[in-house]
């Protein structure tokens, strides 16, 4: 099919790139020239596993393009509309001038009988808001909603093989075009769920919604475990077998953060709440807020653990993004305690494997080092906030070797407290004794 995604950031380009590689003819459109021309080139502008060598192979085939011009989108039979929905500056709400200038721009441009998928993120009534507007210019052409839940790090696998389609419509014929937009999935037997507009958009965010509450309530029981002497790891593995809770998502740590869950749980409060519901979904003000207080935790922590100031002490931060395999540092829990370590005087040498860029670009004032070993050397605490493998397999002798003081806060829960406190490590985890 003739396919255009409109927006090639995170979400867009790894559509594009998978919707080529699926054999579509794909047309990737976004207004950033630069992004454009490093697509174009095959690069893609963020790390993400796998995205090069589809994007690369769809380039020279000749099925993916990119450009910054809208008339481009113009043959396409489906345009899938890719852009982001940030936090509103100074609100919860979700931001949709991107949403809508988007809209607004294809307009001109749609085919006889055209469908343009929403793929955003979008308050619940959006779709249909757009899609009127889309009937006032193009009463040919329809509008679908088809939420996105792939995962950074594992983004192209959860695109070609997603465990889910939902696909919001309003008329059977919207189904059926993206049945022959995702007929791989459908043949491999992926399950599809057919909805009205604000069913797709609740998905979406309700997913999020409770992923986000599944991490909180863990770590509330990790709150109440510092207070109480218990092992929240153990009372994890414990409940998680039970086959209705399951143990996925029941790590404790840090907390949650990158661009979708933090946005997405305060957008959906913001959106319940104008629409006379805050009542129904206040429990997600109180998700949020268990989630930053553990980034205080890990704060107060590293304080504690150094005699109560932590001024012109050597800190090393490992990680920075949000989460491992990915570089992406937005509202980043480890990202946020270097900062405010930092604030407090710590001289912190922050370190990642792949989230340096990001990070100095926001934070400039931080100091990072691309080398784990100069990260640690002399260092007065360690403190891990991003779990990749590197820094999971440390070897508590060697780092030992490398530090001056053997203290290391663990907030992600993913060392081994014996292996490190028998090497003379003083080991602090989240909610483990
Ligand atoms: C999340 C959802 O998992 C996707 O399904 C969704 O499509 C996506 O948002 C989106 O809306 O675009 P993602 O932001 O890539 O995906 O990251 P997750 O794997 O969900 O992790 C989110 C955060 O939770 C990370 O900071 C991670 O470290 C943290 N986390 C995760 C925990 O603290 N504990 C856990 O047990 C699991």
């Not at 070609?160 to 389609?165: G, S, T």
């Not at 937005?330 to 370190?351: H, W």
């Amino acid at each position: 099919m003739r396919i255009s995604v409109i927006g090639c950031g995170y979400l867009g380009a790894v559509h594009a790139s998978a919707m080529a590689e699926l054999g579509h003819e794909v047309v990737g459109i976004d207004i950033d020239a630069h992004r454009v021309a490093e697509l174009a080139a095959g690069r893609p502008p963020f790390f993400e596993p796998g995205l090069p060598e589809i994007l690369t192979s769809a380039t020279a085939s000749g099925r993916l393009r990119f450009s910054t011009d809208m008339a481009d989108a113009a043959g396409a039979e489906v345009h899938f509309v890719a852009v982001g929905t940030p936090q509103s500056p100074g609100t919860d709400a979700a931001d949709l001038r991107y949403v809508d200038a988007a809209f607004e721009a294809l307009l001109p441009h749609l085919a006889e009988g055209a469908l343009v998928v929403g793929k955003s993120t979008v308050p619940v009534g959006t779709a249909a808001r757009l899609a009127a507007r889309v009937a006032q210019v193009a009463p040919s052409a329809s509008v679908a909603w088809n939420p996105e839940f792939l995962r950074e790090g594992f983004a192209v696998k959860d695109t070609i093989e997603p465990d889910r389609l939902v696909y919001g419509v309003g008329d059977d014929h919207a189904a059926s075009v993206l049945d022959l937009v995702y007929r791989a999935a459908i043949e491999a037997g992926t399950p599809r769920i057919v909805t009205d507009y604000a069913t797709a958009e609740l998905v979406k965010v309700a997913a999020n919604a409770f992923l986000a509450t599944k991490i909180s309530f863990i770590n509330a029981m990790a709150e109440i475990a510092e207070v109480s002497g218990a092992d929240v790891t153990q009372l994890a593995d414990a409940i998680g077998h039970d086959a209705r809770i399951g143990r996925r998502f029941l790590n404790a740590g840090v907390g949650f953060g990158g661009g979708c869950l933090p946005k997405d749980i305060r957008a959906f409060a913001a959106r319940a709440e104008e629409l006379g519901r805050g009542d129904s979904v206040g429990f997600l003000r109180e998700v949020d807020a268990i989630n930053l207080r553990r980034r205080q935790r890990v704060v107060d922590l590293a304080v504690d653990a150094l005699g109560g100031s932590v001024n012109e002490r050597k800190i090393a931060v490992l990680g920075v993004s949000f989460k491992p395999d990915s570089d992406d540092v937005r509202d980043s829990p480890a990202l946020d305690v270097a900062v405010q370590l930092k604030g407090l005087g710590a001289r912190v040498v922050a370190t990642d494997p792949q989230g340096i860029e990001n990070a100095r670009l926001r934070h400039p004032q931080l100091e990072y080092s691309a080398s784990t070993r100069e990260t640690l050397l002399d260092a007065e605490l360690v403190v891990l906030v991003t779990e990749w493998p590197e820094y999971c397999a440390l070897d508590p002798a060697e780092a030992g070797g490398l530090v001056s003081g053997r203290r290391i806060i663990d907030g992600r829960n993913v060392l081994d407290p014996r292996a490190w406190r028998a090497t003379g490590w003083s080991y602090l985890g989240l909610g483990r004794p």
